[in-house]
């Protein structure tokens, strides 16, 4: 039996269609992504997941326990961090941490050792109102309330949005520990580099599902040769290949820019032809395999074709 | 080359808690400059200074030519600010926004009108003009937002983490707003968590507690720090900071 399960789910809100048609199966113990930008659905699907709101139609399950018959029943079992903090402003850190652990009916000795590693960053501060925390000890510590009642499943909405790069690396280093501890973990954001970090993934654009796969295999499956062209002027480069018969797609990726071609039959050589006619300089391209980021944008395109 | 932004030991003090401090660089006309650093760094507290919207306790800047301690009247009328948290008045159209940001800036009726059917035009907005921007997707209000940042011309315009959360197509359409308005001579000030966004910069600068511990182009920085990438050369200078919590 797989811990979560999705059937058919969808929701609509007057005129508009937030999850469609949304069909998925998390495995017990996995690290599973959901990856989508802003509006894609991904907060609609974990308020029914968790309890918060209705499917319109399809039904869910929780380890074994329906959304919908069963709530309270998933309610103790899982973990839930929300989009945005909203944990109590006015309380300190210990008391926000105290609250969250008595009202699952235990104490944060019960499951400190669940919550050790990420506490031990927050702790010089157990004394200050949680409304006056950093942006990363905010999410620390809204991590620790949600594990702090040893859940079987963590939900966790966006929990890397806004939040430095250094901070973000940290906080996923957390969540493999966690997951080594058996925990089912369900993650949501809009950073593409995270997504290669889960075990598998489902892209999610518009209320419905692009792919769901490892990232080695969503990787594997970018169906256009692919080349990371570099020249003098980046912007002007960007013009140019898009301009050029053969692209079917170019964007730009840091200093590079990264173009997939309509056929293999277009070499590198009648490319820098191409680029060279048009006085580009100090051209460079390299044939490169695709990432996260690259199909994402492939499937969007295809989506929207 | 003259400088859109210059400083010189501009610092911020709360209380005991020194939040910027002496910082001194300057930003030169025309330039994408990424001003980058971790949470709790004293980024937003520096560009807040810049924006005229708080007083430094001490040293020197001046922002399109306007001194931060006495013209900060000047400098808001002539800078562009935009931020991911608030950008337009949801419950009002598309045109009532155009009309409204147009007004406050002291923009003429008739300029008004002809920067509404510029923008509605080159953002491909005509048919949803009397729509209210909460029904356009997060993209969409994004790119609006910026276009009415830009609305009065100023000489430098202020983006605070533009793109957060938006879809990688969506974020690529949106630098390439930012490149067009650059090229077009209008200084470009911009924070950003992507660090490939921080590579489209000309120059990006780094603050960790509350100073700045690097300046340069981005190739510069990482031959420096012999790195492959921005997100390496953040990692290599944030990861030692103690207001990095």
Redo the contacts between chains.
Sequence with gaps: MNTIEIKKISKVFGSKTALNNINMSIKQGELFGLI?????GKSTLFDILVTLSAATSGSASVHGFDVEKDAKNIRRIVGYMPGRFSLYQDLTVYENLNFFASIFGGTIEDNYHLIKDIYEHIAP?KERPAGK?????KQKLALCCALVHQPKVLFLD?PT???????R?EFWGMLKRLQEKGITILVST?Y?DEAVLCERIALI?EGEIMAIDTPVAIIKSFTHPLYSVKSKK??QL?KDLRNFKETYSC?????TVHLALKNQDTTAIIIQDYLHGLGHENIEIKSIDAGI?DC??EL??KTAE | MEASIKTENLTKCFGSFTAVNNITFKVDKGEIFGFLGANGAGKTTAMRMLCGLLHPTSGKASVAGFDVFTQREQIKKNIGYMSQKFSLYEDLTIKENINFFGTIYGLSNTKIKEKTEQLLIRLNLMEEANSLVASLPLGWKQKLSFSLALIHDPKIVFLDEPTGGVDPITRRQFWELIYETADSGTTVFVTTHYMDEAEYCNRVSIMVDGKIEAIDTPDNLKKLFDASTMDEVFYLLARGASTQE
């Design positions: 989508g930008a802003d509006g894609a501060f925390l950093s942006g990363g000890m966006e949005t806004g939040v430095d790069p250094v901070s690396k809009p593409m654009q980046l912007y960007l964007y730009a990726f840091g200093q980021e994402f944008m969007m395109k």
